[in-house]
């Protein structure tokens, strides 16, 4: 059972374009995590969202967590080829035997052509 | 450097032989989590230890995996038999643990692990 359902899978743009890659769950995340990975390595950490509403800009990248926790998105401006890779999305939950682990998502695999 | 390591990066194994995968965590970091990826996947928990106790292994899909941290720090992700459906990267990846209250992980670049 896929717990945080990540859309789209692919996507596949120009440079210069805008794009939106979403991450739903029906579980609620203590806090959430966007990664990108490229071939051969682990993912990166972007950005940690924690607060429900919270809205974080890294450069040309938006990150918003819903309201309640169970949802988030991510917005790309102006997008380049260096933004290509996959990106993923993964919830933490706390208490009782989580730990923190993460829940990923299948992972959005993004094209920029130049 | 200060990150997460792992070895080896690439490993060939024939159906049946056992491998050890190799993880050295960011130093002083207590959480260690272990996530196996298939190609275009998301990471797929495994096992977790907080220092040397191995508090999760619900992620483990058979009795052939074994996961040990004996003194806190590094920590070795076995695997005896290897059958096919065992190819696919290895990632770990460790955190602060009870320290960060954000539960952020940092990753190894993982190994990839064929099985022929």
């Known amino acids: 059972t896929q717990l945080l359902e990540q859309s789209p899978q692919f996507l596949s743009i120009q440079e210069g374009e805008n794009l939106t890659v979403y991450c739903n769950s029906s579980s609620v995340f203590s806090s959430l995590q966007w990664y990108r990975q490229e071939p051969g390595e682990g993912p990166v950490l972007l950005v940690t969202?924690?607060?429900?509403?919270e809205v974080k800009k890294l450069k040309r990248l938006t990150f918003q967590f819903g309201d309640a926790r169970k949802d988030s998105s991510l917005h790309i401006t102006a997008a380049q080829p260096g933004d290509t890779g996959l990106y993923l999305c993964a919830g933490a939950r706390a208490g009782g035997t989580s730990y923190g682990k993460l829940t990923f998502g299948q992972g959005t695999i993004l094209t920029v052509h130049p | 450097g200060a990150g997460v390591s792992q070895s080896p990066r690439y490993k060939v194994a024939k159906r049946g032989q056992d491998v050890a995968l190799r993880c050295d965590p960011i130093s002083g970091h207590v959480s260690l989590f272990w996530y196996q990826q298939a190609l275009g996947q998301g990471p797929e928990f495994l096992t977790y230890?907080?220092?040397?106790?191995?508090?999760?292994k619900s992620g483990l899909p058979s009795d052939r995996f074994f996961a040990e941290r004996p003194e806190g720090s590094v920590s070795t992700l076995k695997i005896q038999r290897t059958q096919q459906e065992d190819s696919a990267v290895y990632l770990c990846?460790?955190?602060?643990?009870?320290?960060?209250?954000?539960?952020?992980?940092?990753f190894g670049p993982g190994t990839r692990l064929t099985v022929t």
């Open positions: 230890f907080q220092n040397e106790a191995q508090l999760d």
């Open positions: 990846a460790s955190s602060g643990g009870l320290r960060d209250s954000r539960y952020e992980q940092y």
């Open positions: 969202v924690v607060t429900g509403g």
